[in-house]
């Protein structure tokens, strides 16, 4: 069976690898697809280009044999629906798990075409901010703190191997203004 990761991956944290590794864990997996976004719909711009956003991901997970790097979405070069997605990697109607954080829980149903993806997936949730978890989606607790916002905000520390996230904090003061 097949997992999709789906996000903004801006920047990718310890939190991210957590969710992954935790998915890997408890999920009975071929494989865990990341697919880092072009765009969220729900955000106006992305602070960092995808292409160096899946760079970051292929160096964080590469050790995993398991974990591979989805282009897919920034390649489309614009906001793609996760029904879409979904249906690129499972296009004969197989079931996959979808991994999502609990902060989705609350917009969840008003994602482009809920209905068609709630029958198309297994939820896959993982804990974030005490947000209680539905029956019926499986739970990933995994409990983090790291979050893309905080680092953009303050480049406080994503927890990651340091000389990548050297290479990241450089990034995003060449590129983003924090707003402290």
């Known amino acids: 069976m097949l997992a999709l990761y ?5 920047p990718p944290h310890a939190g ?3 969710v992954a590794l935790k998915a890997l864990e408890i999920l009975d997996i071929d494989q865990l697809i990341i697919v880092p976004n072009f765009r969220n719909p729900f955000k106006s711009s992305e602070c960092a280009d995808g292409t160096q956003r899946i760079q970051w991901l292929k160096q964080i997970f590469k050790p995993y044999e398991k ?3 989805s282009d897919f979405e920034v390649n489309m070069h614009r906001s793609v629906p996760t029904i879409e997605t979904v249906e690129h990697y499972a296009p004969k109607n197989e079931k996959l798990y979808l991994i999502i954080g609990a902060d989705n829980l609350p ?3 008003q994602w482009y075409n809920y209905e068609k993806l ?10 974030r901010d005490n947000i209680a978890i539905p029956s019926g989606m499986i739970t990933l607790d995994v409990n983090e703190e790291s979050r893309s916002t905080h680092f953009r905000d303050q480049y406080s520390p994503l927890g990651l191997e340091e000389t990548l996230e050297k290479d990241i904090i450089t990034y ?3 590129h983003h203004e924090p707003k402290n």
């Open 6 to 10: 789906g996000g903004s991956f801006d």
């Open 16 to 18: 991210h690898v957590r």
């Open 107 to 109: 917009s969840l149903q």
């Open 67 to 69: 974990i591979e790097i």
């Open 172 to 174: 995003y003061k060449e």
């Open 118 to 127: 709630a029958q198309k997936v297994i939820f896959v949730v993982a804990t």
